[in-house]
């Protein structure tokens, strides 16, 4: 992971750049899940949740593409120590933020869900932050090219 130019990332900065891509990849396979799901899968769900699924629109789905796809190749960027994994992660937590605007404040989330469902999303978002905060510190330190 050393290269010339740069300066040495320190081996913790390694550890969280392998299990920010797990993580991100986990949220791909989520939002591929969802976004494939079968007509057969969506009837066994309860109706309130075929309900909300349904009426998510457009752009909230480009929002949840956008974090985790973001997510995973920033986070991929980071791990092969790129300077331009502090855009995309900038760009996946924009995301993250305007999905979750859509899930704690207009949809009926919480009602469906209850508000355990709410820990999670909560996670996401610590995660992001925490994520674009790496990613900046790689930058200032040198530890991204």
Request: with cysteine; net charge positive.
């Amino acid at each position: 992971m050393n290269t010339t130019s740069g300066t040495k990332a320190p081996k913790w900065f390694l550890l969280v750049a392998v299990l920010a891509l797990l993580w991100n990849l986990l949220g791909c396979a989520a939002f591929v899940q969802q976004a494939l799901m079968s007509p057969a899968a969506m009837a066994a769900l309860p109706p309130a949740e075929q309900a909300l699924l349904r009426s998510q629109p457009m752009w909230a789905t480009i929002a949840y593409a956008v974090a985790v796809f973001g997510g995973a190749v920033g986070s991929l960027a980071l791990l092969l120590r790129r300077r331009f994994a502090l855009i995309l992660l900038t760009a996946s937590l924009i995301g993250v933020l305007v999905q979750m605007f859509h899930v704690f404040i207009l949809s009926r989330a919480v009602e469906v869900y209850g508000a355990a469902a709410l820990t999670l999303p909560a996670i996401v978002i610590v995660i992001a932050f925490a994520l674009v905060w790496v990613a900046r510190k790689g930058v200032r330190r040198g530890w991204l090219e």
